[in-house]
């Protein structure tokens, strides 16, 4: 369509064409500047502060791609990244997992009680991180906490979750799981309600199990709603910094020194403010290269 | 008989069913419960553990409040309030041009606008700050606020709903001899109530519980959000924790109250994000 206009454009510029072509930028204006202002020239900034040494105060010197090589042989940096995709892999699968169990139980009841339970669990995706940062600081606290008095019950022994460096970043991943489980339930129910129920009757009818009813005619339909909360999942977890902030500070023993933690403590904590920009950079390639990856696997949510 | 005594299994399993629904749903609404009902214990009672506190008390709220919190509660009131408004006037203008108006080089306007959603915050976290320093707007409100306006999705989903307006409308009101602009504020912002209250509970809650960005701008306290002063709290030794539960409570006062007035837009807009 556009490329018509323009066609037409070419030989009868007349002044209603101009008018029309001008009314349209001024009404993207705004944004455009924003978005230019706010993204794009950051990330020519960016790069460029990234080939320098540069403490925000003094002078920048350039120094081409040093911060890379220094990047590429900085062990912390690389087990930062270590930890950001073990936290990757549990957040994700437990997110992944859980949300789509419940949203195919919620599929399952009918009428106003379907509404009023995804209510229930939508609630917590509505509480800032801060203020579930709080929340889990309380019930994981290693004396008197109550999820050690819960365990207590069981006769388990008492644990300190975020003192312990093997339990703080699975206890970090399980707080951002179950606030956003309910977020994912809601996503996922909403494209099961479209799968027609006369799939269902017919494969019953074949004498189909409801193992085999989800494996052959649910998971199938959901390839698409799959590759969205898989990539949006795992672009989101390789961001976490909020939680980690405010409850474990990176530690204990570095053991939830995340890699945007470790990006924050390099540009305000030490004001390696280049270096901290090829660490971003870094970890964006790495980012990207993890959606291509689960792109190919998925095979783009494309129905075969 | 033996189909009723089918149906009679039927009605237990799906008892049985809704039971562990809600078992299943305490299990995301008692940690909520604790921080409500810790905030109005008395300091030493808070690690009790009672559902039912034994003594009510203020304390906390109190002990809070001295601490300026009205203060940031007002200031993030008014930075949400200000981002979700401006945000709204800018993404509905720019998506009204991008699914109405033919101009050269709309694809890729749309393109690019399209591939900021590809840029982790983190990247631009450091030049941004540089920016907003330059500006001279650290420790102001517009070093919170005007960064946070920008967002391709809003345009995104603007342009979309306007997408699906008939364009009959647009055609009659042309030879009523409406203009271009007066189209768009007459006909098509009216049409877009629904899509409107959704980005705009969306727009609003985000940035009311957003925490990096106004941390690392505004150091001095009197400009301070409530995400940031709670944060500061929690990381103070020492704090009460009845105290600490209070601002928590303070904090998610607006957007619970919003929760509950506007929860179809809420949801309609996350379905929304999914499919389309």
């Not at chain 2, 008014?78 to 006037?89: P, Y």
């Amino acid at each position: 369509m556009s490329s018509k206009c323009f066609a037409r454009g070419k030989f009868f510029i007349t002044k209603k064409r101009v008018g029309k072509n001008l009314f349209a930028y001024l009404m993207l204006a705004p944004d455009i500047i924003g978005l230019v202002l706010i993204f794009f020239i950051p990330m020519g900034i960016a790069l460029y502060v990234s080939l320098n040494e540069w403490n925000g105060i003094s002078p920048m010197n350039f120094i081409g791609l040093k911060n890379y090589a220094t990047l590429m042989s900085d062990s912390l940096w690389w087990h930062s990244v270590g930890i950001t995709i073990v936290y990757t892999l549990i957040f994700v699968s437990m997110v992944y997992c859980l949300s789509l169990l419940i949203a195919v139980f919620l599929n399952s009841i009918t009428g106003k009680i379907q509404g009023f339970l995804r209510t229930v669990y939508f609630v917590p995706f509505t509480i800032s991180t801060i203020v579930l940062s709080i929340i889990w600081l309380f019930m994981l606290d290693p004396r008197r906490g109550l999820v050690n008095k819960f365990l207590h019950i069981f006769g388990i022994p008492a644990q300190s979750f975020l003192g312990n460096p093997k339990q703080a970043l699975f206890c970090i991943a399980f707080m951002t799981a179950w606030t956003l489980i309910g977020y994912y339930s809601i996503i996922f129910l909403a494209v099961l309600k479209d799968i027609p129920v006369i799939y269902y009757e017919a494969a019953k009818l074949d004498g189909a199990n409801t193992f085999q009813l989800f494996k052959s005619i649910t998971f199938p339909m959901l390839k698409e709603v799959n590759v969205f909360v898989l990539i949006v999942t795992t672009i989101a977890s390789f961001q976490v910094f909020d939680q980690v902030k405010v409850m474990t500070s990176g530690g204990p023993a570095g053991a939830t020194n995340v890699a945007v933690f470790y990006i924050y403590t390099n540009a305000f904590d030490y004001l390696k403010l280049g270096y901290s920009s090829a660490l971003a950079f870094m970890l964006f390639i790495i980012m990207f290269g993890f959606s291509i990856v689960l792109l190919k696997i998925t095979k783009g949510g494309e129905r075969e | 008989m033996k189909g009723n005594f089918k149906n009679k299994n039927g009605q237990i399993l799906y008892c049985v069913k809704i039971l562990g629904g809600i078992i299943l749903g305490c299990f995301f609404l008692i940690p909520i419960y604790m921080l409500l009902v810790s905030s109005i214990k008395p300091t030493g009672e808070v690690f009790d553990l009672r559902f039912i506190p034994k003594t009510i008390s203020l304390s906390g709220y109190s002990l809070i409040l001295k601490q300026n919190f009205l203060r940031y509660f007002l200031n993030s009131l008014f930075i949400s309030t200000t981002v979700t408004i401006v945000a709204l006037a800018f993404h509905s203008m720019a998506g009204y041009a991008l699914a109405r108006l033919n101009f050269v080089g709309r694809n890729v306007v749309f393109i690019l606008i399209l591939s900021t959603l590809m840029i982790p915050f983190s990247v631009i976290l450091v030049p941004l700050f540089i920016l907003v320093k330059k500006f001279g707007w650290l420790n102001t409100f517009k070093g919170i606020i005007i960064p946070a306006i920008p967002h391709a999705y809003g345009i995104f989903l603007f342009r979309q709903f306007f997408l699906t307006i008939p364009k009959e409308l647009e055609e009659a009101a042309t030879i009523d001899g409406c203009s271009p602009f007066g189209i768009f504020i007459r006909i098509f912002l009216p049409l877009s109530k629904p899509i409107i209250i959704t980005l705009a509970v969306a727009f609003f809650i985000a940035n009311w519980n957003n925490y990096m960005w106004p941390m690392i701008v505004n150091q001095s306290q009197d400009k301070w959000v409530l995400q940031v002063a709670l944060a500061n709290y929690i990381g103070r030794t020492g704090t009460p924790w009845d105290a600490i539960m209070a601002g928590g409570v303070i904090t998610i006062i607006p957007i619970v109250i919003l929760f509950f007035i506007l929860q179809r837009y809420i949801v309609e807009g996350i379905k929304m994000s999914g499919i389309k």
